[in-house]
Nanobody, 121 residues
Framework: QVQLVESGGGLVQPGGSLRLSCTAS????????MGWYRQAPGKERELVAT???????NYADSAKGRFTISRDNAKNTESLQMNSLKPEDTAVYYC???????????????WGQGTLVTVSS
């Protein structure tokens, strides 16, 4: 079974920066797409950014130009560098990994436990 551990959330002032990290562990898996999602109070979970195993990225409009997603395939980690943070970025951020298993059909998905990002003065 694949497990995810997130780190890097916290309190930051508007205009500040934070870096979130997520590490996947387990056995007999191959990571396909990695991504970050967020859920603000009273709102549904939404996409922030994704990155494929080949490095292709996709960003929500709200993240473009401010956030950068990256990954280290050798370490099964991904990161989200968030700059120019705004109060509306306040949310619980979730790491998501889609992976395959040898001799198994289909793609599996797993979520991290979530890390709170609060942007406030």
């Amino acid at each position: 079974q694949v497990q995810l551990v997130e780190s890097g959330g916290g309190l930051v002032q508007p205009g500040g920066s934070l870096r979130l990290s997520c590490t996947a562990s387990g056995s007999n898996f191959r990571i396909n797409t990695m991504g970050w999602y967020r859920q603000a109070p009273g709102k549904e979970r939404e996409l922030v950014a994704t990155i494929t195993s080949g490095g292709d990225t996709n960003y929500a409009d709200s993240a473009k130009g401010r956030f950068t997603i990256s990954r280290d395939n050798a370490k099964n980690t991904e990161s989200l560098q968030m700059n120019s943070l705004k109060p509306e970025d306040t949310a619980v951020y979730y790491c998501n990994v889609r992976y395959t298993r040898p001799y198994s059909v289909g793609i599996y998905g797993v979520w991290g436990q979530g890390t709170l990002v609060t942007v406030s003065s």
